[in-house]
């Protein structure tokens, strides 16, 4: 992978990369190819039904639709160093 | 040092006794912290702890866990307490309600003391890369040697003897490897039974909450007193019930060692005590044969693990942005609060990882990445289904040695030997490690995996193991 | 026209529960900033989603009335991306296996039925709610996390009024069956259409260009219409239209670019790994369909078939779901329902009207309305002491029968007194005789009216008629 691809991956998920892991990356997805290469090994794997949960097992259960009480603006926003008073307040956002 | 290395039941008979208080434990419990050197703590909760001990004066005899105190790997969310992760992005990060099995605890009342480090969100196997550095092994030499991880605060002090037990989480192998290194009791149920409600998760499927004992009981009183279905959890399993067990016995047990993965093993000493506990176990009535399994399969376990947990964490993780919480870097935009955030937030190691996971998932790659990971799971499990259709429980050695020295590189490590425990998570089934024999004083665990909802089975078949092996409450030493 | 319209449409509609879809919070988030917002709603680490039955009961009445297949195991994925507004940094919805598929909706467009196929309904969450300010945005969580329900049509649409029926018939639906507000102005609804043009005769489909921003259903037509001529203009030139996203302003009653699509969003679907399947068994199925509200297709044909009503008096009943309710129930006792139907829209929806009252918070039972029609009906006060009752009654619910006869404004059908006031009225009036001789029969409804004026309105004018043409012809 260039650089060039490395860091719009990482913008991709919003995350900044000094210049030393961006080198240390192309490492690191190297390796990642080769790991995948060793499940092409595997005979009619694409054939094969993706597996979700470990087992089968469903569920019945619905919640009902009964409120709870809510922790309240200011218990629910301060672990956020963005909230001012009830709101969550950041730079303006354009769509 | 009257009450460290004291298994719960020694402490719940000095409590049933009268010759000691839940605070005087506690006390003695909190001064051996003060003095840990092998840095396994993240937030201490030692005036909760006192405070909670003082006011248990009335003991319940029918209670195993009244008083006990224990400690809490850090990725296990407990109210008003600073909860991490061992992560940076975290810091400051204060959860407003306790994880399920928190709360069943202190319900049993038992006493959390502190947090515990771990690989940073559970990401790692070696305990090296919390945000707070290497965590040690108290075996061996001071500090030279890791404790494994991604459970490794929790494995380390539960193995100096500080508590009996502590609680940890399973996404790979994090708690049944360092129990290997530390010499543990390390507990895995089947996914389902313990609620993960309040476990930061990883990858949900492949997540679980467990124990770390010294005492193949223990773990079996932790797991009854927390198992349980949990409406706040819609993977928490409710229909079908754990079978269980009438006495322990190991007769007429069967046992499968997977050859191929035996043959891997080089440490000649590691073989042969491997061979003598064979011969023990079938000394006492159980079958125990060496079954082939494919090898393409072994050699795709760490792959299937390695893409899908890439892939899941990264989107696991994207919650943490310091927008609505979490460790806010500064920013002229949303975008850019956020990719600094991110970006000072997390280490490299997590980096490449939700980087490699975003890789895995997109469009033009998943078919090969994610998608083929998915089918090899399937391809794993059913093969190790097909096993334990005729088997109670496979058994291996947990770790094909003894707890590594420190490195400076740190993985991955793709061998099939050092990873095939993740066979356990991909289909769920309970999975416990414990200690079988000590190499030059170093530990090393067996590791037992069985039939999902067959936990009982597994703690039983362990129970006889450890008569066997007499390796019961192995601890480090205390050293005052 | 040189062009075949193809239009697709994508409906978001907001479902009535108490609490969120995945979390216990309140779900009411026209309340003060993040006071409805629980850790789940916040995404903290180690929090977990659970399913709304009463969410799932929305959907599943939503797609019986949309003729759809239910499918009987709930699965989850998760859509991933980021944006300030969705505090997981995926939105749980479901990809791969819809609760409702392959339905249709019968719409009416100038009297001609069409059938639209919907290709699926499905379950998902909103996102929390943007205030821009300035220089700011301003989070309020209160919305994050609430039901959504998203309908997917197929592209069977081919014009504005196609699309405006269709979305009108749907807005019906969900206020009728009571699990939507239905309203476009206040976001209860969302509609995004997907819009191509090919030349007729041609097979191969057009680029597709979403528009957004329609606040409500008449805006939904004019951006259709704006957008037509805008792709017709550069089809005429030989120009492709480009793939995008345009919202529609409605200052400019025009559509601009939103942004281009060069490639459609990968949102990396997966799995949602904490949400098991769910099996939704028969029973709570039908007994969810079975206890649903009647659909406004079902009030329609017993509107049309049974009470003999026609389709102008059908529309405006239906477009008020509560007047509805009220003549439905006023309907169970009356006994003729032209009568009533006449009575709701004219004199009650006048008084609606000019109060600005609902139909739900009218204090006058629909059973003692229709009790009041019945007394038009048999006679017993004629249309003007009608009215006259009505004011009177209409905000103490007091009985019509009782009252009428309290304020002595019943009706009189006393014979006799009606042809001594009709002799009366002829005998003063001669020379009218002579002219309805001759045939000029328009005097008659003056005489009958010096009746009504001598009587002060009480006697009933049909009697009254009758009985001065029966005077008139022994003259």
């Not at chain 2, 920013?331 to 490299?348: D, H, L, M, P």
Request: glycine share 6%; net charge negative.
């Amino acid at each position: 992978m260039n650089k060039e691809e490395i860091r719009k991956l990482a913008a991709e998920i919003l995350i900044t990369l000094t210049p030393e892991e961006e080198a240390t990356f192309a490492a690191e997805f190297a390796y990642f190819k080769e790991l995948a290469k060793l499940l092409e090994a595997l005979p009619n794997i694409d054939e094969k039904e993706p597996m979700v949960f470990p087992f089968k097992v469903t569920q019945t259960y619905l919640k009902e639709d009964t409120p709870e009480e809510s922790p309240g603006a200011k218990e629910i926003l301060k672990n956020s160093k963005n909230a001012k008073d009830t709101f969550v307040v950041i730079p303006k956002v354009v769509k | 040092m009257r009450y460290l290395g004291l298994t719960m039941t020694e402490l719940h008979e000095l409590y049933v006794s009268g010759k000691a208080t839940p605070l005087d434990v506690v006390n003695e419990v909190i001064e051996a912290l003060t003095k840990d050197k092998n840095n396994i703590l993240e937030k201490t909760m030692y005036d909760e702890a006192r405070s909670m001990a003082q006011s248990l004066t009335k003991v319940e005899k029918d209670n195993l866990l009244w008083g006990i105190p224990f400690l809490v790997k850090d990725n296990i969310a407990m109210k008003g307490i600073e909860t991490t992760g061992s992560s940076n992005i975290l810091n400051g990060f204060i959860p407003l309600c306790n994880a399920e099995v928190i709360d069943k605890l202190l319900a049993a009342k038992a006493i959390p003391v502190a947090k515990t480090t771990l690989d940073e969100f559970g990401m790692g196997g070696r305990g090296e890369t919390g945000h707070k550095g290497i965590t040690y092994n108290p075996y061996g030499k001071e500090r030279t040697r890791i404790v494994g991880g991604s459970s490794s605060g929790s494995a380390s002090g539960v193995a100096s003897g500080y508590v009996p037990f502590a609680v940890g989480s399973d996404t790979g192998d994090s708690i049944r490897k360092p129990a290997s290194f530390a010499g543990l009791v390390g507990f895995k149920p089947t996914w389902g039974e313990i609620s993960r409600f309040g476990l930061f998760a990883f990858m949900p499927t492949l997540d679980h909450v467990g124990f770390f004992t010294r005492s193949v009981s223990e773990a079996r009183v932790l797991f009854e007193k927390t198992r349980g279905y949990d409406k706040k959890d819609a993977t928490s399993v409710m229909n079908v019930p754990s079978k269980t067990e009438k006495e322990a016995t190991l007769k007429g047990k069967k046992v499968a060692v997977l050859e191929p993965i035996f043959a891997l093993m080089k440490n000649k000493l590691l073989i042969k005590e491997f061979h003598n506990l064979v011969d023990k176990l079938r000394q006492a009535g159980a079958v125990v044969d060496f079954v082939p399994f494919d090898k393409d399969l072994l050699a795709a376990i760490f792959p299937t693990y390695f893409i899908l947990s890439c892939a899941e964490a990264n989107v696991s993780n994207a919650c943490l942005t310091g927008i609505g919480f979490g460790n806010k870097e500064e920013g002229a935009s949303y975008e850019e609060i956020v990719a600094n955030t991110r970006g000072k937030g997390f280490s490299s190691r997590i980096k490449y990882r939700l980087m490699l996971g975003q890789y895995a998932l997109k469009k033009e790659n998943r078919n090969e990445y994610y998608d083929r990971a998915q089918k090899a799971r399937r391809l794993i499990v059913e093969a190790v289904d097909k096993v334990l259709e005729n088997y109670d429980v496979i058994m291996l050695p947990a770790a094909p040695n003894h707890a590594p020295t420190v490195d400076k590189q740190s993985e991955p490590h793709s061998e099939i030997e050092n990873n095939f425990m993740a066979i356990a998570n991909f289909g769920g089934n309970p999975s416990l490690t414990l200690p079988y024999f000590l190499d030059e004083g170093l530990p090393l665990g067996v590791n037992l995996t069985g039939k999902p909802f067959d936990d009982f089975n597994v703690l039983n078949i362990a129970l006889k193991i450890e008569e066997i092996t007499g390796l019961y409450n192995l601890h480090a030493g205390l050293k005052s | 026209m040189k062009y075949e319209v193809i239009i697709g449409l994508e409906i978001h509609i907001e479902t009535k529960t108490n609490t969120k879809m995945f979390s216990s919070a309140s779900s009411l988030f026209d309340a003060p900033a993040n006071s409805n917002v629980s850790v789940v709603d916040m995404a903290f680490p180690g929090t977990l989603p659970t399913v709304n039955k009463k969410a799932v009961q929305n959907a599943i009445m939503l797609g019986h009335a949309l003729n759809m297949e239910i499918d009987d195991e709930l699965h989850f994925d998760r859509k991933n991306y980021f944006y300030s507004d969705l505090p997981k940094g995926y939105q749980i919805t479901q990809q791969r296996r819809p609760i409702g598929s392959n339905g249709y909706l019968d719409i009416y467009v100038n009297d001609t039925k069409k059938r639209i196929r919907i290709e699926r309904i499905h379950m998902e969450e909103d996102t929390a709610k943007q205030i821009h300010l300035g220089e700011v945005t301003l989070i309020d969580y209160n919305r994050a996390g609430n039901p959504l329900v998203e309908l997917v049509t197929e592209p069977d649409l081919r014009s504005a009024d196609e699309a405006m029926a269709f979305v009108e018939a749907v807005r019906e639906i969900v206020t009728f069956l009571e699990i939507s507000d239905g309203k476009m102005e206040e976001g209860s609804l969302r509609c995004d259409v997907n819009i191509s043009l090919r030349p007729v005769g041609v097979s191969k489909f057009g680029n597709k260009v979403e528009i957004k921003n329609m606040n409500s259903i008449s805006n939904i037509g004019k951006a259709i219409e704006t957008e037509i001529k805008r792709q017709s203009e550069l089809l005429d030139k030989g120009l492709e239209v480009e793939s995008e996203t345009r919202r529609y302003d409605d200052a400019l009653k025009d559509t601009i670019t939103m942004r281009k699509k060069d490639e459609s969003v990968d949102y990396r679907y997966i799995p949602e790994g904490n949400i098991l399947p769910i099996s939704l068994s028969k029973e709570f199925i039908d007994t969810t369909i079975r206890e649903m509200k009647e659909l406004p297709s079902v009030k329609r044909e017993r509107y049309f078939e049974e009470f003999k009503l026609n389709a102008h008096e059908v529309n405006i009943l239906l477009q008020d779901k509560d007047l509805t309710s009220y003549f439905d129930e006023a309907a169970r006792d009356v006994k003729n329902y032209k009568t009533l139907i006449n009575w709701v829209i004219g004199e009650f929806s006048s008084y609606l009207n000019k109060e600005g009252k609902n139909a739900k918070s009218v204090a006058l039972s629909p059973q003692n309305t229709s009790k009041l029609v019945n007394l038009i009906d048999n006679g017993t006060i004629s249309n003007s002491q009608a009215r006259e009752l009505f004011a009177h009654i209409i905000e103490t619910n007091e009985d019509p029968e009782t009252k009428a006869k309290a304020l002595n404004l019943m009706q009189v059908s006393d014979t006799d007194f009606i042809l001594s006031v009709i002799n009366e009225v002829i005998n003063e009036n001669l020379n009218v005789i002579d002219d309805i001789k001759a045939g000029k029969d328009r005097a008659m409804g003056f005489l009958v009216g010096q009746v009504m004026k001598k009587t002060k309105g009480k006697v009933n004018p049909a009697l009254a008629s009758k009985l001065m043409k029966q005077e008139i012809d022994k003259r």
